[in-house]
């Protein structure tokens, strides 16, 4: 059945929308071609535009002054702040001038000479979670025992937290991401979210207080024992930074490695696997795409600070624009064939890291390790096929598949 244009726009603020990624990316070709800056009122949801052009996300986020992140940085019910009742001012929250000051207290831990000293931690990272899943046996589900696990293990080794943490962080930033989903949700959604946070701080407070105690050459020390201005960071400004980066390190990375390999298995009957098992010389390109095909984050947003003009469209002072990053990753003025998952793709434009002040500060990060996943898995496997019927999770914001049953053999 074909949907109307506003049923297009209504996909954005519909979590289950995200389930059906057929569908959801039939609506945003439509929104593409048809109306690329479309108002959406949702009930339950401020009014929005949803921006799905490549070149219209591109020219949002390139200019910072214009468009602002606060107040309303992601989609959220009600007033549009992330989190009702509860304060995390994060990078993501921030314009400058805080936000530069912010973003360079991490910054450091993410250039290429940190990169390289944390390469071999996440090779032997990758290769444990290789043999976890030869020790499952000839059978797992990929996105739920292994892909969820890797990405958090790597994060929380940046930050330097011992690893008998690492499985309370792990149910923590599920909860967090997962609040939209059912499956993984603690009790009523609202509450959830202020519980799962109140959790956070009570642990990362005792972090900072040990780490500004006792200081170490981790990133966690950095964060704690950060000074702008002359004063600390105050708590809300500490625990939003632990905040994250524990989480946008997370379900991105996992959910890209899940999709990564369902792509990998379903497209062009498997020939994209070989190809890849053929020439391991592709592994970059292919993590790149990857990226693309997944797109795990669905969106950010912006506020315009002045009355302007986006792709035809008048936009007053005060209102905001969702930026469709899974639209734009399939925007036929950009991509050749876009449609096809090709581990080769050169040149390879996508906006999933998004662009601008805010790119993304794990991007390097993200891709060493998946490629490092891959480089570890691919050569172990004799075969492997998918085993059940695959499952998206239902989310407006972060996520991809959440179950990926897979048969294999171990050479
Ligand atoms: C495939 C994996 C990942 C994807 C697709 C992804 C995507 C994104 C996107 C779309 C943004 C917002 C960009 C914008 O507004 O223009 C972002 C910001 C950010 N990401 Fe990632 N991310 C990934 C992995 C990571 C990892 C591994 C980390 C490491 C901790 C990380 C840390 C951050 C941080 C700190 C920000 C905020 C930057 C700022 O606002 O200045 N991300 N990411």
Not at 203 to 209: M, S, V
Request: with cysteine; glycine share 8%.
């Amino acid at each position: 059945m074909t949907m109307t244009i506003e049923q297009a726009g209504l996909m954005l603020a519909d979590p289950l929308a995200y389930t059906d990624e057929i569908r959801l990316h039939e609506g945003l070709a439509r929104l593409r071609r048809e109306s690329p800056v479309h108002l959406v009122t949702a009930r339950g949801y401020l009014p929005f535009y949803a921006v799905t052009r490549h070149a219209d996300v591109m020219e949002v986020e390139r200019d910072g002054a214009l468009w602002l992140s606060e107040p309303r940085p992601a989609l959220a019910p009600g007033s549009g702040a992330m989190s009702e009742g509860f304060q995390v001012r994060t990078l993501v929250n921030m314009d400058d001038p805080d936000h530069r000051v912010v973003r360079a207290i991490g910054a450091d831990w993410f250039r290429p000479k940190a990169m390289r000293m944390l390469e071999a931690r996440v090779r032997e990272l990758a290769r444990e979670h290789v043999d976890r899943m030869a020790g499952l046996g000839g059978e797992c589900d990929f996105a739920s025992e292994i892909a969820v696990h890797y990405p958090l293990y790597v994060i929380l080794s940046l930050l330097g937290l011992p690893e008998s943490d690492f499985p309370r962080m792990l149910q923590l930033t599920r909860e967090l991401f997962g609040a939209q989903d059912a499956e993984m949700a603690r009790g009523d959604a609202k509450d959830s979210r202020i519980n799962v946070l109140m959790d956070f701080f009570t642990y990362f407070q005792e972090l900072t207080a040990s780490r500004r105690a006792h200081p170490t050459d981790d990133m966690a020390s950095a964060i704690a024992n950060a000074v702008v201005d002359g004063q600390p960071l105050n708590d809300v400004e500490t625990m939003s930074y632990y905040v994250i980066i524990a989480t946008a390190g997370h379900d991105t990375t996992s959910s890209t490695i899940a999709g990564g390999l369902h792509a990998l298995l379903t497209s062009d009957e498997g020939s994209q696997l070989a190809r890849l098992r053929a020439d391991p010389g592709l592994m970059a390109t292919a993590a790149d795409e990857m990226i693309r095909w997944v797109t795990p984050v669905k969106e950010f947003m912006r506020t315009a600070s002045a009355d302007t003009v986006l792709g035809g469209v008048p936009i007053a002072k005060g209102e905001s624009v969702l930026l469709s990053y899974p639209s734009a990753n399939r925007d036929e003025a950009v991509f050749a064939s876009p449609f096809t998952f090709d581990v080769g793709r050169d040149p390879n434009k996508h906006l999933a890291f998004g662009f601008g002040a805010h790119y993304c500060l794990g991007a390097a990060l993200a891709r060493m390790e998946i490629r490092a996943l891959f480089a570890e898995l691919l050569p172990r496997l004799e075969s492997i096929d998918l085993a059940g019927t695959p499952e998206w999770t239902a989310t407006t914001f972060v996520g991809g598949l959440k179950h990926l049953p897979v048969r294999y053999r171990f050479r």
